[in-house]
């Protein structure tokens, strides 16, 4: 007969795993709005009180289906424009296609923008087409502008940090070509990293995912491991001020090489931008 001692471990014991598979499937499978102010200094008054729908690494992985259901969620929110910062799949270029007729919604209700991430590169051109047949803009190391009461915003956006690094930063060189030094832009980006690559710029608001907020989360505790950055990142999840920009990394919705996320449920960014002090 199991004595008391060993009975309450045996039950802590069945407590803890009933936990944790919970919370396993709650991160996996109920996403979250994190809504975020992000504070501008000098923030024309035609941008004042913008808001931004941010999502990022989605990875849906069916070809039939969409894996996690963001989108009732996203349509009951007001939002001026829509970013999209990669790895819309797992792996495989189909893995997109149950998300066309979302994308075509959400790009028929605003502007909506999208820079790939590191698992669009074997089928890039493939997942450009598809994006632009939704009626979203397709940022591929170029500048776009939209009207925002009547005023234009600029939003520049680049292909993966990784196709970055291979082509030894000349697209993203090439792009920053010109562009002043002071005023604000949205920049998109797929992986954060490329903040150090604008050091000499002021006035930027960078869009990014890739970490996934380290996917494997303790209570208390920030980003553990991020792909390309490794373990205690210094851009892990969250909004960052960095010398004279403002960066926000999502957590992304989905899991890539890991079909796992623990304290850490899918999340969708709702930023507004407000006047900053002076």
Not at 2 to 12: E, F, G, M
Not at 56 to 62: C, K
Not at 171 to 198: N, T, W, Y
Request: aromatic share 10%.
């Amino acid at each position: 007969m199991l004595s008391l001692a060993k009975l309450t471990i045996l039950a802590c014991g069945a407590l803890c795993a009933a936990f944790a598979g919970i919370n396993i499937a709650v991160s996996l499978k109920c996403p979250k709005l994190v809504r975020v102010d992000v504070p501008i200094k000098k923030l024309p008054k035609h941008l004042r009180g913008l808001k931004i729908l941010h999502i990022s690494d989605i990875h849906n992985v069916s070809t039939k289906r969409i894996d996690v259901n963001i989108w009732d969620m996203v349509f009951e929110q007001n939002f001026d424009i829509a970013v999209i910062t990669g790895d819309m799949t797992k792996e495989y270029f189909d893995q997109v296609l149950p998300l066309k007729g979302v994308l075509t919604r959400l790009a028929g209700r605003v502007p909506t923008f999208f820079v790939d991430g590191n698992h669009e590169q074997a089928h890039y051109s493939h997942m450009k087409t598809f994006m632009e047949s939704c009626g979203i803009c397709v940022l591929d190391d170029c500048k776009a502008s939209v009207d925002i009461n009547g005023e234009p915003l600029d939003i520049l956006g680049i292909r993966d940090y990784y196709y970055q690094k291979w082509q030894d930063f000349k697209p993203l060189d090439k792009l920053m070509e010109g562009e002043a030094k002071d005023g604000f832009r949205l920049f998109l980006s797929h992986q954060p990293q490329v903040i150090d690559k604008l050091a000499e710029f002021n006035d930027f608001f960078i869009l990014s995912g890739h970490t996934h907020g380290g996917q494997i989360r303790l209570p208390f505790v920030n980003t553990i491991v991020a792909p390309g950055q490794g373990f205690f990142p210094k851009y892990g999840d969250g909004l960052y001020k960095v010398r004279g920009s403002y960066l926000y990394i999502s957590r992304g919705i989905g899991a890539s090489r890991i079909a796992l996320r623990f304290f850490n449920r899918p999340e969708v960014g709702l930023i507004r931008l407000v006047e900053g002090k002076r």
